[in-house]
């Protein structure tokens, strides 16, 4: 009976030993202790934290790694469990939101490079403003045969110059007949609503294939450039671009719309303070203070149409991606723009001036190609010449345009996807 009890009690105490034995094989490591550096350092501020046990985002923030959350995020849907919930975004603008906002050169290289990958999208959009500018071209040659054939006026004088001279004579001889003044002016009109609700509707299916590319198009701006990279952010089809134009079809004619309502009020309060002023000059001194005001209104002239087209195209923009209506659309934009002022700024700075660098360019090989038409036999091809640097002039221009529409959608995805990140 004792031998018994010494026997259990042995076996109980070595039973006991061993459970409480570290097992090397699988136990954890003991926690580093606290030191008074360690405590001392300040927490890192991230834009977001994930909550899954385990997995914690990577606290180098710096540009260079600014999508190295992607790691995180990847092992996170490996996980599949935990309590991030997500909005309808991809997951590189999940990766953005976790980021700090793009910066002005990865950003103007997105667009680019977007831009330069659906390349097709370009061309559609030089035909439509082509297709617009011949069309207005129709009613300014037939005022000036309606000119010639009711005021017995020459042809050749009324069509020399140009687009601008051409008009102003034109304009100008019709003064003596308002009947024919009036049919000018409907059917210029009707023209210039018609073709830009054309170019309208093909834009609406541009911006959202545009966005699609630059939602789909992942860390395209990071080197090393690949084909492959090309090719993913290359969506251009024709059914997703007539989808996108039905889609958005009805919006964008009533911003367009609306854009021509406003160049109409500002030409015609232009023409009022530039004619006034002009009727109001009987003296050197008032000639004088007239002069100057003109100049000063031609310059808000140019820096409100600019802003006004901004604005038309950042309003496209939110109304493509967020699918609301024009109103709301018009309400995000400003949102958007007033939160993100400093890098949207930046953005169209740049654009601006290499727009300005372009146009400077294009004047100067035009009047290069005029001073050709001077030369004996060479004159001959300066007409082949005029049009290879309308259509490179064209192409260009539009190319500078969809890559900052490019880059103003990578700022607002990661406006969009910060905002709808939440964490439980």
Same mark, same amino acid.
């Given at each position: 009976?004792?031998?018994? *009890?010494?026997?259990?009690?042995?076996?109980?105490?070595?039973?006991?030993?061993?459970?409480?034995?570290?097992?090397?094989?699988?136990?954890?490591?003991? %926690?580093?202790? #606290?030191?008074?550096?360690?405590? /001392?350092?300040?927490? !890192?501020?991230?834009?977001?934290?994930?909550?899954?046990?385990?997995?914690?985002? %990577?606290?180098? #923030?710096?540009?260079?790694?600014?999508?190295?959350?992607?790691?995180?995020?990847?092992?996170?849907?490996?996980?599949?469990?935990?309590?991030?919930?997500?909005?309808?975004?991809?997951?590189?603008?999940?990766?953005?939101?976790?980021?700090?906002?793009?910066?002005?050169?990865?950003?103007?290289?997105?667009?680019?490079?977007?831009?330069?990958?659906?390349?097709?999208?370009?061309?559609?959009?030089?035909?439509? $403003?082509?297709?617009?500018?011949?069309?207005?071209?129709?009613?300014?040659?037939?005022?000036?045969? *309606?000119?010639?054939?009711?005021?017995?006026?020459?042809?050749?004088?009324?069509?020399?110059?140009?687009?601008?001279?051409?008009?102003?004579?034109?304009?100008?001889?019709?003064?003596?007949? %308002?009947?024919?003044?009036?049919?000018?002016?409907?059917?210029?009109?009707?023209?210039?609503?018609?073709?830009?609700?054309?170019?309208? !509707?093909?834009?609406?299916?541009?911006?959202?294939?545009?966005?699609?590319?630059?939602?789909?198009? &992942? %860390?395209?701006?990071?080197?090393?450039?690949?084909?492959?990279?090309?090719?993913?952010?290359?969506?251009?089809?024709?059914?997703?671009?007539? $989808?996108? +134009?039905?889609?958005?079809?009805?919006?964008?004619?009533?911003?367009?719309?609306?854009?021509?309502?406003?160049? &109409?009020?500002?030409?015609?309060?232009?023409?009022?303070?530039?004619? &006034?002023?002009?009727?109001?000059?009987?003296?050197?001194? !008032?000639?004088?203070?007239?002069?100057?005001?003109?100049?000063?209104?031609?310059?808000?002239?140019?820096?409100?149409?600019?802003?006004?087209?901004?604005?038309?195209?950042?309003?496209?923009?939110?109304?493509? !991606? $967020?699918?609301?209506?024009?109103?709301?659309?018009?309400?995000?934009?400003?949102?958007?723009? @007033?939160?993100?002022?400093? $890098?949207?700024?930046?953005?169209?700075?740049?654009?601006?001036?290499?727009?300005?660098?372009?146009?400077?360019?294009?004047?100067?090989? #035009?009047?290069?190609?005029?001073?050709?038409?001077?030369?004996?036999?060479?004159?001959? /091809?300066?007409?082949?010449?005029?049009?290879?640097?309308?259509?490179?002039?064209?192409?260009?221009?539009?190319?500078?345009?969809?890559?900052?529409?490019?880059?103003?959608?990578?700022?607002?995805? @990661?406006?969009?996807?910060?905002?709808?990140?939440?964490? +439980?």
């Amino acid at each position: 009976m004792a031998a018994n *009890l010494a026997l259990t009690s042995c076996s109980t105490r070595a039973a006991a030993a061993a459970s409480f034995a570290p097992n090397r094989t699988s136990s954890n490591a003991a %926690p580093i202790r #606290t030191t008074r550096s360690a405590a /001392a350092q300040p927490a !890192i501020d991230t834009r977001a934290t994930l909550t899954r046990p385990g997995i914690t985002s %990577p606290q180098n #923030t710096r540009w260079a790694d600014r999508f190295a959350p992607c790691r995180a995020v990847q092992a996170l849907h490996r996980a599949g469990q935990g309590n991030v919930r997500r909005s309808r975004q991809s997951d590189y603008s999940y990766v953005l939101a976790i980021a700090h906002t793009p910066g002005l050169k990865a950003a103007l290289k997105r667009g680019a490079l977007i831009a330069a990958a659906n390349w097709p999208l370009v061309i559609v959009q030089f035909v439509a $403003e082509s297709i617009l500018k011949l069309l207005l071209a129709v009613p300014i040659v037939g005022g000036a045969f *309606l000119v010639a054939l009711l005021l017995d006026a020459n042809l050749g004088d009324l069509l020399s110059g140009d687009v601008r001279d051409i008009v102003t004579s034109i304009l100008a001889a019709l003064m003596a007949s %308002p009947v024919a003044l009036g049919a000018f002016i409907a059917s210029s009109l009707l023209v210039l609503v018609g073709g830009s609700v054309i170019t309208f !509707i093909v834009k609406g299916g541009t911006v959202a294939l545009l966005a699609e590319a630059e939602r789909v198009a &992942g %860390p395209i701006e990071r080197p090393p450039l690949r084909l492959e990279s090309l090719r993913r952010a290359s969506v251009v089809a024709i059914d997703p671009f007539l $989808e996108g +134009a039905r889609r958005l079809w009805r919006r964008y004619v009533r911003i367009g719309l609306l854009l021509l309502l406003m160049y &109409g009020v500002t030409g015609v309060a232009y023409l009022a303070i530039v004619l &006034g002023g002009y009727s109001l000059a009987g003296n050197s001194a !008032i000639l004088l203070g007239w002069t100057v005001a003109a100049a000063a209104a031609s310059s808000v002239l140019i820096v409100w149409i600019t802003l006004l087209n901004f604005f038309y195209l950042m309003t496209q923009m939110v109304v493509a !991606i $967020e699918d609301v209506s024009v109103r709301r659309g018009v309400g995000m934009a400003l949102k958007f723009v @007033w939160g993100h002022l400093r $890098e949207v700024v930046a953005v169209f700075g740049v654009v601006l001036i290499v727009v300005v660098i372009a146009t400077a360019a294009s004047i100067l090989a #035009t009047a290069g190609l005029g001073l050709i038409a001077f030369v004996p036999l060479v004159g001959l /091809a300066v007409l082949p010449l005029q049009l290879a640097a309308w259509l490179i002039r064209g192409i260009v221009f539009e190319y500078l345009a969809l890559a900052a529409l490019g880059a103003y959608l990578s700022h607002y995805r @990661w406006y969009h996807s910060s905002s709808g990140i939440r964490v +439980a």
